[in-house]
């Protein structure tokens, strides 16, 4: 009889709006996980002088890793738009994070939030056919249904190694007909039942078992890690066509000015009042300006191939359902952050990386077992008969009774090196899982800085944009009148350009920033 070593099992996820179950090596408390002395059973007392210095094994301690959790994330608020700015999600502090001292004016006041708000971001930008694009994409894309077919394949690898705990039976028959040397023939009949069960004395099985349904726990989380990240590449892909949709209408309202100007050139050269000089720097500007366009038109199409193959299908399938033009989303503003740690819990690659630590552990555990003896128990019962009919009388029974046990006595140093092989996967996982920790926190940090100066740009560029527009349009009055030199035109209009296609690509980038700090929480999944 053997005491299993204590396992924290993970297999029911928490419900949205649920608070999540504690989870060690998140916080102070710290998982330990050791495999505890297993006693020999009373069945297996007759091979007690065999076993001598074989009943006890060491016990391990091999937790999850103390991974470096701050108390709070160090952008803890976000600059609130201003009213001409795009209307962003503000991201504020978590319960505990103390946003409340000296913020400054115009901040995003901390609100609690909930694993809820984070399943379906994408709704939060209040656009339909994103929404419906993320949706296809969680049910159709081929990635996902591998993820899916990954964690059946678990699962079954699951009950193979929890039915080595059973006993197996199997049935055979056997219809036999010999002519010996000189003698007549003779028939022989034969059908039984065989059954065998090797003793877990050791838990090595167990340890299988407990190792494969973390392998599965994994496959879970695995399959929630693809969902959060297909739901972001779709986001992005989507506020990437509207981004490109809203630089190629720029585009062509600068271009249809500048040939406006153009045309003036022209008159104005013809009339003596200008020199060719003018007009060709005139006609360089409109081309310039009219050579942007197929590039933004070749980003719109592959942008439409990747959504439609983000949705599992062929890549010019969404063309016309596509090709209106749609202002690019932006978020509700009314998210704010959780504390690292509850992030952290959230997160699915995070949660696989303790997965994998704990089907390490395990498997350390199978390994040291099958150092130590094996026992099994093994029995049969069948008839056996020269004619079919005389398989029903009693003297056609025969049953046998088997017990063995079989002890490693010289393997070289195999059993011990394959010990020390799973310790060094061990190993591995903890490293892995801390290396997973830290490279969340820096994601969730990097979205929040980006989202913050982001905006604060945005607001800046909004400000040029005007003020470049009122400049192009009071060049270009004052040249028509010959009150300034056309060199001053080409200028403003170059500005007006390039301050309004900034403008549009930060819009995007904001609205792109608030997926990537969704995808960073661990939201898309639930």
Same mark, same amino acid.
């Given at each position: ?274 020199? +060719? =000089?003018? &007009?060709?720097?005139?006609? /360089? *500007?409109?081309? %310039?300006?009219?050579? $942007?366009?197929?590039? #933004? !038109?070749? @980003? ?105 046990? +079989? =002890?490693? &006595?010289?393997?070289?140093? /195999? *059993?011990?090196? %394959?010990?020390?092989? $799973?310790?060094?996967? #061990? !190993?591995? @996982? ?97």
């Amino acid at each position: 009889m053997t005491t299993e070593p204590s396992h924290a099992s993970h297999d029911a996820q928490p419900r949205p709006g649920a608070a999540a179950p504690a989870r060690p090596g998140l916080g102070p408390a710290r998982l330990t996980r050791a495999r505890e002395r297993p006693r020999l059973a009373p069945a297996a007392a007759l091979f007690a002088a065999a076993l001598a210095g074989c009943a006890a094994l060491p016990a391990r301690d091999a937790g999850l890793p103390d991974a470096p959790i701050p108390a709070a994330w160090s952008t803890s608020t976000v600059p609130a738009a201003s009213a001409g700015a795009a209307a962003g999600a503000a991201a504020g502090a978590g319960a505990g994070a103390g946003a409340g001292a000296g913020a400054p004016s115009g901040t995003a006041a901390p609100v609690p939030t909930a694993p809820a708000a984070l399943t379906d971001w994408w709704r939060r930008f209040d656009d339909p056919q994103l929404t419906g694009l993320v949706a296809q994409a969680l049910e159709a894309n081929p990635g996902l249904r591998g993820a899916r077919a990954a964690l059946a394949q678990a699962r079954a690898l699951r009950d193979v190694q929890a039915a080595g705990l059973l006993p197996n039976v199997s049935a055979s028959g056997s219809a036999q007909r010999a002519r010996p040397a000189g003698g007549n023939a003779a028939n022989r009949f034969q059908a039984g039942l065989d059954a065998g069960w090797e003793l877990d004395v050791f838990g090595g099985q167990r340890s299988a078992v407990r190792a494969a349904e973390a392998d599965v726990r994994a496959a879970q989380e695995s399959l929630a890690d693809t969902q959060v990240s297909l739901a972001a590449e779709g986001a992005l892909a989507y506020l990437d066509l509207r981004s490109q949709q809203a630089r190629l209408e720029i585009a062509r309202r600068n271009l249809a000015t500048q040939t406006e100007t153009l045309q003036l050139a022209r008159w104005r050269v013809q009339a003596g009042l200008a020199t +060719s =000089v003018e &007009l060709e720097q005139a006609r /360089a *500007a409109s081309e %310039q300006t009219a050579a $942007q366009i197929p590039v #933004l !038109e070749s @980003a719109i199409a592959q942008a439409q191939h990747a959504l439609a193959v983000l949705t599992g299908r062929a890549p010019a399938a969404l063309q016309a359902a596509l090709e209106p033009v749609q202002p690019v989303p932006q978020p509700a503003g009314d998210l704010a952050l959780a504390i690292p740690a509850e992030t952290l819990r959230q997160r699915p690659d995070v949660r696989r990386a303790e997965q994998q630590v704990s089907a390490a552990l395990a498997r350390v555990s199978q390994a040291d077992a099958a150092r130590y003896p094996s026992f099994r128990l093994g029995g049969s019962l069948g008839l056996s008969a020269l004619t079919l009919g005389g398989l029903s009388s009693g003297a056609a029974v025969f049953n046998s009774l088997l017990g063995s046990v +079989s =002890v490693p &006595l010289f393997d070289g140093g /195999a *059993a011990r090196a %394959q010990v020390r092989v $799973q310790e060094a996967g #061990l !190993e591995q @996982a903890r490293v892995n899982y801390e290396s997973v920790v830290l490279a969340a926190l820096k994601e969730v940090e990097d979205a929040l800085v980006a989202l913050r100066n982001d905006r604060a740009q945005l607001e800046r560029l909004r400000n040029a944009a005007e003020a470049a527009a009122n400049a192009a349009l009071l060049a270009q009055q004052r040249y028509a009148s010959g009150l300034i030199d056309f060199q001053v035109v080409l200028e403003t209009q170059r500005t007006l350009l390039n301050t309004q296609d900034s403008v549009a690509n930060t819009v995007a980038k904001v609205s792109a920033d608030h997926v990537r700090l969704y995808k960073a929480l661990g939201g898309g999944w639930e």
